[in-house]
């Protein structure tokens, strides 16, 4: 989403930080699909500046399919906020409606560091990734409403019309149709991939995008995460990230959820967000193949 920060949004801000004195529009954060990201710095009587991020959904058509997602990323943030194990952003102000700033928004503290999705080390890469969800499931997640739902429909799902093996999809799709992953109930952030994990100097430094954040198998976030590294670092590296997660977590989690994962994104592959973190490599072609082979593997394991 490319847009301006309009003067009505600077108002809300200017509004709900306590002695702001001016707000200054850094930079557009690249990557983000559902919603517009700036960082931005609040300069303040008697306090030091404080770095910001601003959240604004000026999606029409997400506004509308998901009209909950402030709430639900502000109530996240909320429960985060102190937790061991985890850094998330915390929670400046939410508005839900869109009444006060210009569209529907969540202000959060900027958290230090940076995707990597070209790292130099791909191991220890793959170990912070598993290391970081395996402690996001540890944390209490009793306050958070929301529970798993898929991102298709059981019924109505197909092959992708672009896959070159659309019988292995058809596979999937039967085996998963009637079946819901079993195991100790934890909490997902549920957009659980790299884009998504900070880094500085080789180390994780925190996790961002909560407005997904549910209740759910802990496997669930586990093949959502494994996709994505599919699609941009190749099957090898994604079972090497399944093996660090049951080292790190103790869960052994199954093709299932990896199925449904796959079938989440069977119908889109877009690879533009990944071109937005440098990796201008990837091209709809490679990540189809890529996807495709991945596809007969975890159905292989159903």
Known sequence: MTD?????????????????????????????????????????????????????????AVRAEEPQYP????????????????????LIAFDETGETCDVPAVLMSRLDG???????DVGRWVSGLAQTLAAIHRLDGADIEGVYERWHDPQTVQPPPWSQRPGTWARLIEASRDREPAGEIVLLHRDYHP??????????????DWPNVCRGV???DVGHCRRDIV??????????????????????????????????????????PYHAYGRTDLTVELTRARLDKYAALVASRL
């Open 71 to 90: 709430r639900t990323e502000a109530a996240a943030l909320q429960a985060l906020d102190g937790a061991t194990g985890v850094v998330a952003p915390r």
């Open 4 to 60: 301006t920060v309009p003067a009505r949004a600077i108002e809300w801000v200017t509004a709900v930080v306590p002695g702001t004195r001016d707000v200054r529009v850094l930079e557009q954060f690249a990557g983000a699909t559902t919603s517009s990201l700036h960082a931005i710095e609040v300069d303040r009587a008697d306090a030091p500046p404080l770095s910001l991020v601003l959240r604004r959904y000026t999606d029409p």
């Open 218 to 220: 802990a496997g669930l």
């Open 114 to 120: 940076r995707p990597d999705l070209a790292p130099v």
């Open 231 to 272: 699609m941009t670092h190749g099957i090898e590296v994604a079972e090497t990230f399944l093996s660090a997660f049951a080292e790190a977590s103790g869960r052994a989690p199954d093709a299932l959820c990896d199925a449904l994962a796959l079938l989440d994104i069977s119908q889109v592959t877009n690879v533009t």
């Open 195 to 208: 884009g998504n994990v900070l880094w500085r100097g080789g180390v994780v430094t925190g996790v961002v």
